[in-house]
T-cell receptor, first 111, second 111 residues
Framework: GEDVEQSLFLSVREGDSSVINCTYT??????LYWYKQEPGAGLQLLTY?????DMKQDQRLTVLLNKKDKHLSLRIADTQTGDSAIYFC???????????FGAGTTVTVRA | NAGVTQTPKFQVLKTGQSMTLQCAQD?????MYWYRQDPGMGLRLIYY???????DKGEVPNGYNVSRLNKREFSLRLESAAPSQTSVYLC??????????FGPGTRLTVT
């Protein structure tokens, strides 16, 4: 089976950039996703990237994909207190309905 | 559009009791999913339904049953609840092979 790994915690100062890292094991993954979960809520899709792309930018969010190392990262520029949440990366293999999720990275933004 | 809705939001059960968690979506998605979320373990797929009329086991199906009632609704049943089933249950829907959209979750405690 596939494994998606993330570090569990990240603390960042308000206004700095946050970088959340994820590694995955399945080279046949076609789509890679980042979700955000605020306390007491479900998961909100933030962004996704196709496996044939290296980078995707969407306002304050930048996704970088290194296919050789099977490494995915999410950079949040100018981190705000509202960015405090759990961030999950997920992968989907070609032809599969299912997503495989990492354990989630809890991001804490301090003043 | 309400998106994905789940009822109830909270539930406390005694060991051995049964209950059904309800999920509905109004996005005309073919696929629906049930996950459980436990601290440090990310999301684990319990069951999914690729389309109306079909259901398949996920990673952790033991102790659960599902019903895809129609295209909109996908329910999860615990026949005899156990303390190990204390968790947050998340329902999701999606167009086949694309991103998934999540409901707010049901927080279940089994004593």
């Amino acid at each position: 089976g596939e494994d998606v790994e993330q570090s569990l915690f990240l603390s960042v100062r308000e206004g700095d950039s946050s970088v959340i890292n994820c590694t995955y094991t399945d080279s046949s993954s076609t789509y890679l996703y980042w979700y955000k979960q605020e306390p007491g809520a479900g998961l909100q899709l933030l962004t996704y990237i196709f496996s044939n792309m290296d980078m995707k930018q969407d306002q304050r969010l930048t996704v970088l994909l290194n296919k050789k190392d099977k490494h995915l990262s999410l950079r949040i520029a100018d981190t705000q207190t509202g960015d405090s949440a759990i961030y999950f990366c997920a992968e989907r293999q070609r032809g599969d309905y299912k997503l495989s999720f990492g354990a989630g990275t809890t991001v804490t933004v301090r003043a | 559009n309400a998106g994905v809705t789940q009822t109830p939001k909270f539930q406390v059960l005694k060991t051995g009791q049964s209950m059904t968690l309800q999920c509905a979506q109004d996005m005309n998605h073919n696929s629906m999913y049930w996950y459980r979320q436990d601290p440090g373990m990310g999301l684990r797929l319990i069951y999914y339904s690729a389309s109306e009329g079909t259901t398949d086991k996920g990673e952790v199906p033991n102790g659960y049953n599902v019903s895809r009632l129609n295209k909109r609704e996908f329910s999860l049943r615990l026949e005899s609840a156990a303390p190990s089933q204390t968790s947050v249950y998340l329902c999701a829907s999606g167009a086949a092979g694309y991103e998934q959209y999540f409901g707010p979750g049901t927080r279940l405690t089994v004593t």
